[in-house]
């Protein structure tokens, strides 16, 4: 009896278990990430070369244990409020993703949990009505831009991250336009230089 129950809360841990966007690994296989879950295709606002697969249950992955699953209600069927992940690749590989939030606690708790994780930002701007904060990784960019919004007539934060490909240099930039991060970008992609040996604070001070 005993066996039988370690086993059924063995088995339930499993079909609970959700996948941690923090322990992949770019580029990967389009069906090692998507066939856990369902999702809808479209090309990505982006760029319109990528596809967006937008992920339908978001709590299906985590964010370093977190999830951020949220919306703020509407009457309305058709409307912007609802938090979503999607994942940004082609029809093989799969080399970053994107998290959209809409909800200020949620968008709250994201800043801090990658504060947390990641440690001192590469470059930190702006303010409470809009802030973009990036940090690098070996092998991932990640791209926070949040600010003040107003959604069905409710004060909120409004949040929006990207995780990327290091080497996926052309969205990259165009996703730091608004920032001097992509005139980085663009030094170091001329000049044959690797964020791992050329981060931002390097060229930051060579600018200065």
Known sequence: ??????????????????????????????EKIVSVADYTEKKSILDEKLTAYQVKDMNTFSLYGQTFANEIGSSSEAYAGKNYLEFL???????????????????????????DKLGKPAFDKGNETER??????????????????????????????????????????????????????KFRIKNNKKVENYPYSVYSKEQN
């Open 1 to 30: 009896m005993f066996i039988l129950l370690i086993i059924s809360l063995f088995i339930s841990s499993c079909s609970t278990a959700k996948e941690d966007l923090s322990t992949i690994l770019f580029p990967v296989k389009k």
């Open 89 to 115: 690749g082609d029809s093989k590989e799969i080399n970053g993703y994107k998290i959209h939030l809409y909800t200020q606690k949620e968008s709250e708790k994201l800043e801090k949990l990658l504060l």
């Open 132 to 185: 973009n904060i990036i940090w690098e990784t070996s092998g991932k960019l990640y791209i926070l831009n949040s600010g003040n919004a107003e959604i069905q007539g409710e004060k909120t934060k409004e949040s929006d991250l990207l995780c990327l490909n290091t080497n996926f240099t052309t969205l990259i930039i165009n996703a730091t336009q608004a920032t001097k991060y992509s005139e980085y970008l």
